[in-house]
């Protein structure tokens, strides 16, 4: 009988050279894999992928676990085979906040699979307790927390972070809460363009959707704070409770930046007034949270030389940025501006202490923790084992360090401003719709009469179905450039700004095309070439209008006679 060796399946457990090898070797042949399927012209890998509408339906019918195990090379060819057609992040990946994970992100990873340590409990995982004090402190000192009281830990995702903060928000306004369950007077908020995160963990939580309140935004997607006080004060009067205010620093889709300052200042009058609890305030720090590594940048002295436009906007993000120590807990996505692979989120508090709200009893635990032996057990997290995630950040901060985190981000804002000036020279047609927003992201709009109506539709001058329109052409412009999205991938979003409508029929979002400077392979040499592809596309989607424009004219008159008829 042929048996399959199943040591041969796992590393060795004496280092042996032999076994390292044969490791290697597989771990080469992917990396050769994945090369091969490289094309830095096209924003995907190579290889034929048919993703018709039956594939995922197809995929079910015929996928069956083996009898029999392949060798590794046989399987690393089928991974290989998921690849093709995948998104890279080449110069042309202007998409959303999908970043390249990095060498030492990676690295990191690798580190920690190596040992595949429990982060639950450092008696099983003892490094990545180890990584995650560490970058627990380094993180907290940059945003000005005092890391010997800070506390935190790698949770899923932004949304993870958000959620948390609810539950410790919750625990907060009455620790009894933990065993009677949720009351139905609290009331979290958060602003118009905040992540849907909140709206989630509402649900999540028992709380309900309906005790979110959407806070009006400000024309730079920030937080209208004098609409948040008075938000808070009608709740109160209801008989409601704020405990969560989530604010967002910043916003996924324009960089919108929240003042946590005005915030916590309305929260802690309106405590104050009504002798409530001050509410826990959580700044959405996801994306926009790397941009505290300019916190301690001396812009006088520029050591970095970054060009004085640059520098300017990274300055005017900073000013925002330096009150994040402000926030009783807040979030970094390392997975987004971090640079290091899915997932590798990292929540931190103010106080270690808020922890304890949401900690369980030592005798829910029977397993771990609570033992003489063992420091570290996180009771307190959702999860129960996690992966090691802490490594990988560990790995990124000590590679890049912040000055590595400083050009980097210096590259993509200089590059999105190159790209704004470049826009507004040759293509005044799309209107920049957050050009009070420096950072990474440029939304623009088109508009039927190739006019800039942005500033009419801010005032509320337009009706609903003039907006309507408007915001018809630029979903034509998204299929249009969804398309084309193979030789340049460009994000979108139909929910920028809400605005007032001339004609009282409610708030309406105005619809956007999205630039994301993501990829270390962007160039400022590039812009040319994005400007030249948007020019051509967006006369497309004019063509295809106008060309609808007629058609409905013409079916209406047709209409019109057949009624006389
Ligand atoms: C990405 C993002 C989130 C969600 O984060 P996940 O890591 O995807 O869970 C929440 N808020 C903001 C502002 C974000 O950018």
Same mark, same amino acid.
């Given at each position: ?16 050279? /032999? ?9 080469? /042949?992917?990396?050769? $894999? ?21 594939? =995922? ?10 009898? !029999? ?23 042309? +990946? ?123 935004? #400000? ?36 960089? $919108? ?19 409530? #609890? ?28 970054? $060009? ?9 993000? *900073? ?19 971090? *640079? ?6 990292? +929540?931190?508090?103010?106080? !270690? ?9 030592? @005798? ?11 420091? =570290? ?28 985190? *400083? ?25 920049? %719709?957050?050009? @009070? ?27 609903? !179905?003039?907006? /309507? ?13 969804? #398309? ?38 962007? *160039? ?40 006389? %008829?």
């Amino acid at each position: 009988m042929n048996q399959l060796n199943i040591r041969a399946l796992f590393p060795s457990d004496d280092g042996n050279l /032999q076994q390292r090898e044969q490791f290697m070797g597989l771990v080469k /042949q992917l990396m050769e $894999g994945v090369d091969a399927l490289k094309d830095p012209e096209s924003v995907y890998l190579k290889g034929e992928k048919d993703r018709g509408s039956h594939f =995922y339906r197809e995929l079910t019918a015929e996928s069956r676990i083996p009898v !029999a195990g392949r060798p590794l090379e046989q399987v690393n060819e089928e991974l290989l085979k998921l690849l093709h057609g995948h998104p890279y992040h080449t110069k042309y +990946f202007l998409t959303n906040i999908l970043p390249m994970a990095s060498t030492p992100g990676i690295l990191g990873m690798l580190a920690a699979f190596a040992v595949n340590g429990n982060n639950l409990w450092d008696v099983y995982g003892p490094a990545g307790a180890e990584a995650e004090v560490r970058v627990v402190a380094m993180m907290s000192e940059l945003v000005g927390y005092t890391p010997s009281e800070s506390g935190g830990y790698t949770t899923w995702g932004g949304q993870g972070a958000i959620f948390t903060g609810l539950r410790i928000a919750i625990n907060k306004h009455d620790p009894s809460i933990k065993k009677a369950g949720v009351p139905h007077n609290l009331y979290a908020f958060c602003s118009e363009a905040a992540h849907y995160s909140l709206f989630k963990s509402m649900e999540a939580t028992g709380l309900g959707t309906n005790n979110l309140v959407k806070v009006r935004t #400000r024309e730079d997607s920030s937080m209208d704070v004098r609409d948040l006080k008075e938000k808070m004060e009608q709740v109160i009067r209801r008989g409601g409770v704020p405990i969560y205010v989530v604010a967002s620093t910043a916003t996924t889709d324009a960089m $919108g930046i929240d003042n946590l300052a005005e915030i916590v200042e309305a929260s802690e009058e309106i405590a104050a007034q009504h002798s409530i #609890r001050k509410p826990h305030i959580h700044a959405d720090s996801a994306l926009g949270g790397f941009f505290a590594f300019f916190n301690h940048y001396d812009f006088a002295g520029n050591p970095l030389a970054i $060009g004085e436009e640059t520098l300017a906007a990274l300055a005017a993000i *900073q000013e925002r940025m330096r009150h994040l120590h402000l926030a009783d807990s807040l979030c970094f996505d390392f997975q987004k501006l971090g *640079q290091t692979p899915y997932s590798t989120s990292l +929540f931190l508090v103010k106080r !270690a202490s808020d922890l304890k709200l949401v900690d369980l009893e030592p @005798d829910e635990t029977p397993y771990v923790g609570h033992r003489g032996y063992g420091d =570290y057990h996180t009771s307190y997290t959702l999860e129960c084992s996690r992966m090691g995630s802490s490594i990988s950040i560990l790995s990124a901060l000590l590679a890049f360090g912040a000055e590595g985190y *400083q050009r980097l981000l210096a590259q993509f804002v200089e590059i999105n401003l190159a790209f704004r000036r470049r826009l507004s020279e040759e293509l005044p047609e799309a209107v920049i %719709v957050n050009p @009070d927003n420096p950072g990474i992201i440029t939304l623009f709009r088109i508009y039927s009469d190739r006019k800039n109506g942005f500033a009419a539709e801010c005032r509320g001058q337009r009706t609903k !179905a003039q907006i /309507q329109c408007e915001n018809r052409l630029n979903d034509m412009l998204f299929e249009t450039l969804g #398309r084309a999205r193979g030789e340049m991938f460009f994000g979108d979003t139909k929910k920028h700004l809400y605005v007032r409508t001339a004609d009282g029929a409610g708030d309406i979002a105005l619809y956007a095309a999205k630039l994301f400077v993501i990829s270390p392979y962007t *160039q400022l040499s590039d812009v040319q070439a994005i400007v030249g592809f948007l020019k051509q596309k967006i006369e497309e989607t004019y063509a295809a209008y106008e060309a609808l424009a007629k058609k409905e004219k013409e079916d209406e008159k047709a209409f019109v006679e057949m009624e006389l %008829v």
